[in-house]
């Protein structure tokens, strides 16, 4: 049988993120002066919820924020958006060349790419 279509994983497939540079769970939760264990916790319970596309990373720290009663600015949030959001860019932007030829290789030969990912889409779609 033919081969008719590869679907890719992206990230640690096509894409590393294993030194991405976006903040640390922990780093998150002090930055909103929110108990460690308590936001990991709801940062875990949401990540469903951020996988499929029904909240963003934001809106999600906004939940956890109300949920867990703590005061965090606005801007404080989109400060923390914008920085795991910048993190993701660079490794989207800098794929290795060996990978770009793969893929156009596989696209030139007819096959049909396929991709998927458990991240959020607000990190990868620009």
């Given amino acids: ?3 008719k279509i590869v679907i890719f994983d992206l990230f640690e ?7 991405a540079g976006h903040p640390s769970i922990t780093e998150v939760a002090q930055t909103l002066q929110l108990p460690v264990e308590n936001f990991q916790r709801e940062y875990v319970n949401h990540r469903p919820a951020r996988c499929t596309g ?5 809106a999600s ?29 660079v490794h989207l932007r800098h794929v290795e060349p ?12 007819g ?4 991709l998927i ?4 889409g607000s990190e990868v779609l620009d």
């Fill in 117 to 120: 990912s458990n991240t959020d």
């Fill in 111 to 114: 096959i049909r790419l396929g």
């Fill in 1 to 3: 049988m033919a081969v």
């Fill in 54 to 58: 029904q909240l963003d990373y934001a």
């Fill in 61 to 89: 720290l906004r939940y956890i924020v109300r949920k867990l009663g703590g005061k965090s600015p606005e801007n404080t949030i989109k400060t923390l958006a914008e920085r795991r959001h910048s993190a993701f860019a």
């Fill in 13 to 19: 497939t096509l894409v590393s993120e294993f030194d």
């Fill in 98 to 109: 060996e990978i770009l030829d793969m893929l156009n290789e596989i696209a030139t030969s």
